[in-house]
């Protein structure tokens, strides 16, 4: 973790300003209101979202019951009735998750818009640098909680299996209007991840970066992003989730199954000048826990030699 806020704050934190963050008291001032109220509307929401988590106990018992004994009818409905509320649930953690990723968005946006560099931004407004910091605490809660319960993908699992048996029999069950099928597939890949939240988080920030590194090669955006500060607080954020992901992620950032774009990024990495990342380009290469796996491909172990 040293390390990653190592990333964050600066490449070489000893030749780097330092930046006292007011955890305790920092208050949004007026700049800071108008995203500061958005992303405080999520967070108060991220208290029940844990609670409700740390009180899932699954349909266990019903399922199983339900599945040794398949002719009897009252124990399939019983093991029904037991997990649509469930799903019901699992549908609202996930669509929180939608909410969350915006918010995320507006800080990022906020945190490196112009006129004033990356450091300065985390000077002038604590409280969203603040906010930062409590999505990152959320999200590893929650994932946390999720890796350590695993009835969470099987009360899905039987959910899913139970709406495809019924449309084969031409049934159409009513929580299907609830947790359609296009819904119910964007919840399966969410709920495959290991940590997903933190694949939430990876995705939001690498797209922002990818989408700011798209923009500046366009006249309107080079004026909009003439501040090479900004640029590179956005990589040291995406660095920093990076290595969070590969610390916690079972398989790690940099298999050949991972979602993230690991090429993506490095190239985003290795197309500034090499003084002004190398540091950023280090820390995949030493502070990550995958890179020298058999999963890494041959392609990205050679970008970071």
């Known amino acids: 973790m040293g390390n990653l806020l190592k990333v964050l704050a600066c490449a070489e934190l000893e030749h780097g300003p330092i930046v006292f963050l007011d955890f305790e008291h920092a208050q949004p001032t007026e700049a800071e209101t108008a995203v500061w109220n958005q992303v405080s509307a999520v967070l108060e929401e991220a208290h029940g979202i844990l609670a409700e988590l740390q009180s899932y106990n699954g349909a266990g018992q019903e399922i199983r019951e339900a599945i040794q004994n398949p002719g009897d009818l009252q124990l399939q409905e019983k093991a029904w009735n037991a997990v649509c509320p ?130 500046s090669q366009t006249f309107e955006y080079r004026c909009r992003f003439t501040n090479t500060d900004t640029m590179l607080f956005c990589m040291r954020v995406m660095v920093g989730v990076i290595i969070l992901y590969d610390h916690v992620h079972p398989v790690g ?30 820390a995949l290469r030493y502070t990550t826990r995958h890179l020298n796996d058999d999963s890494t491909s041959k392609q990205i172990r050679a970008l970071l030699q």
């Open 86 to 215: 469930l799903v019901a649930k699992l549908k609202r953690f996930y669509e929180f998750s939608l909410r969350l990723e915006n918010a995320l968005r507006s800080l990022l946006e906020a945190l490196t818009s112009p006129p004033y560099a990356p450091m300065q931004h985390l000077e002038r407004e604590q409280a969203l640098a603040k906010q930062f910091a409590e999505i990152l605490h959320f999200t590893l809660s929650f994932d946390e909680l999720k890796m350590t319960n695993p009835a969470i993908q099987n009360d899905f699992s039987y959910y899913r299996r139970t709406i495809s048996r019924n449309r084969l029999n031409n049934q159409q069950l009513e929580a299907e209007n609830e947790v359609n099928n296009e819904m119910a597939n964007r919840m399966s890949l969410f709920y495959a991840e290991a940590t997903p939240m933190l694949k939430t988080l990876s995705n939001a920030t690498t797209k922002f970066v990818s989408e700011v590194s798209q923009r």
């Open 253 to 282: 950032a940099f298999a050949k199954t991972s979602k993230i774009d690991m090429k993506g990024c490095i190239k985003v990495l290795k197309d500034q000048p090499s003084n002004s990342v190398e540091g950023l380009l280090n």
